[in-house]
C-alpha cells in the first residue's frame, strides 16, 4: 500500500536538512582546532629603515594539506608617525619594509585556507604572534 500523504513526511525531512545546514554555518570554521604547537616567527635581516626584513615561519614540521593555502596578515598595532611599513606576505616567509626609525609592535597572524567541495572556505589558525620590532635609523 503506498502512501497518499508524502507531503508531511517530505516536509519534515527538509526542514530536518535546514536546521542541520543551519547549525553547521553558525559555528566557528575553526571550533576546536588549535594552532601548531612550538610555531614560531623569527626576523632576519638587518633591523634597520629602509632595508628589508624577513618573518619565517616555523611550524615544527607540520606541512599544508594538499589544496591548501597559507594566509598571512601584519596587523601593526604601534608605530611611530609617519609612513605604513610595506609588508609582502608570504610562506614560509613574510618580507617586511620599515620606512621609519623607531618601536614596532606587530601582530602577525599565519591561516590554513582551505576549499571544501561544497563551495565556502574554512580557516584554520597555525600561529598568532605579537613582535616587539626596533628599527634602527
Do not use: H
Not at 638587518?46 to 628589508?52: E, F, K, M, S, Y
Not at 599544508?64 to 604601534?78: H, Q, S
Not at 611611530?80 to 618601536?103: C, I, L, N, Q, S
Request: glycine share 10%; net charge positive; proline share 10%.
Amino acid at each position: 500500500m503506498r502512501n497518499r500523504r508524502p507531503f508531511p513526511a517530505l516536509s519534515a525531512t527538509c526542514a530536518a536538512l535546514v536546521f542541520a545546514w543551519a547549525a553547521l554555518l553558525s559555528a566557528p570554521v575553526f571550533a576546536g582546532q588549535a594552532a601548531v604547537p612550538g610555531g614560531e616567527v623569527r626576523l632576519l635581516g638587518p633591523l634597520r629603515a629602509g632595508q628589508p626584513v624577513k618573518a619565517v615561519f616555523d611550524l615544527k614540521g607540520y606541512a599544508l594539506p594538499a589544496g591548501a593555502y597559507a594566509a598571512i596578515n601584519v596587523e601593526f598595532t604601534a608605530r611611530p608617525e609617519g609612513a605604513k611599513p610595506e609588508v609582502r606576505p608570504g610562506y614560509p616567509e613574510t618580507v617586511m619594509t620599515f620606512a621609519e626609525p623607531g618601536t614596532y609592535r606587530a601582530l602577525i597572524l599565519l591561516n590554513e585556507i582551505s576549499k571544501g567541495s561544497c563551495g565556502g572556505v574554512t580557516a584554520r589558525p597555525l600561529l598568532e604572534s605579537t613582535v616587539d620590532i626596533e628599527i634602527a635609523p
